[in-house]
């Protein structure tokens, strides 16, 4: 007897939506909450100041220097990393320099690292 395909899809998707609420969402919100106090982390009384410390965030020359950093870091970091994964993929795929005429290991003019490790013995 089939109920519909909502009840499978629900029942697959509650749990992982339940899950980032909790350890994903709630955290973000307490953190905000405690963001609006002026709580140090040393006692257990935490007063209310509302904005007070974002307008203070705002203003502070050495929060806008982390955030110029970051956005430097965010910018190079994936473009470098692309080039040099892309750099040595392409090495790797390229095998050797093949200087010479026939690589007596391979047979080939391009000895790849396996060839060049273990050589096949020639024929006598």
């Known amino acids: 007897m089939r109920h519909g395909k909502y009840p499978l899809i ?3 998707l ?3 939506l339940l899950l980032y609420g909790v350890f ?6 307490q953190a905000f909450q405690i963001s609006t106090t002026d709580w140090l982390g040393y006692s257990a009384d935490a007063n209310f100041v ?3 410390n974002f307008v203070r965030l705002w203003r502070d020359d050495y929060v806008w220097n982390a955030v110029k950093n970051n956005a430097i870091l965010l ?3 994936p473009v ?3 080039a040099l994964g892309l750099f040595f993929a392409t090495m790797l795929n390229m095998g050797g320099r093949g200087d010479g005429p026939a ?4 047979g080939g003019p391009r000895p790849t690292a396996l060839c060049t490790s273990f050589p096949r013995s020639s024929p006598s």
């Not at 994903?24 to 919100?29: A, K, N, Q």
């Not at 690589?103 to 391979?106: K, Q, T, V």
Request: glycine letters at 4%; proline letters at 16%.
């Open 80 to 82: 470098l990393t692309i």
């Open 14 to 16: 509650v749990p992982p």
């Open 24 to 29: 994903v969402v709630s955290p973000y919100l």
């Open 75 to 77: 910018a190079l970091l």
């Open 10 to 12: 629900i029942t697959f």
């Open 50 to 52: 509302g904005l007070d």
């Open 103 to 106: 690589s007596p290991a391979c």
